[in-house]
């Protein structure tokens, strides 16, 4: 995604919070559904371009620093 890759996850809570709209998903174990999608992203230059432009901004949310300056809130509010 950060390299501006079209993205396709399983629709799992994680991945639904982190990559929101920014990323196709399917349901993790549905093999025809993943398939599908590949083919549809193969095919569809609008929907792939539209997540390709996407996922560099979104991935940019998202850093190391940020990660452990909250993780460093947390152990404060705790201490």
Same mark, same amino acid.
């Given at each position: 995604? !950060?390299?501006?890759?079209?993205? +396709? !996850? &399983? %629709?799992?809570?994680?991945?639904? #919070?982190?990559? &929101?709209?920014?990323?196709?998903?399917? #349901?993790? =174990?549905?093999?025809?559904?993943?398939?599908?999608? +590949?083919?549809? @992203?193969?095919?569809?230059?609008?929907?792939?371009? @539209? =997540?390709?432009? !996407?996922?560099?901004?979104?991935? &940019?949310?998202?850093?190391?620093?940020?990660?452990? %300056? =909250?993780?460093?809130?947390?152990?404060?509010?705790?201490?």
């Amino acid at each position: 995604m !950060a390299c501006g890759a079209p993205v +396709i !996850a &399983g %629709r799992i809570p994680s991945l639904q #919070e982190t990559l &929101g709209s920014a990323a196709r998903l399917v #349901e993790p =174990l549905d093999v025809d559904a993943l398939a599908k999608s +590949i083919i549809e @992203m193969l095919e569809d230059k609008n929907q792939r371009e @539209m =997540l390709v432009a !996407a996922g560099p901004t979104h991935a &940019g949310k998202f850093s190391w620093e940020k990660t452990a %300056r =909250l993780t460093l809130d947390v152990y404060h509010q705790l201490a």
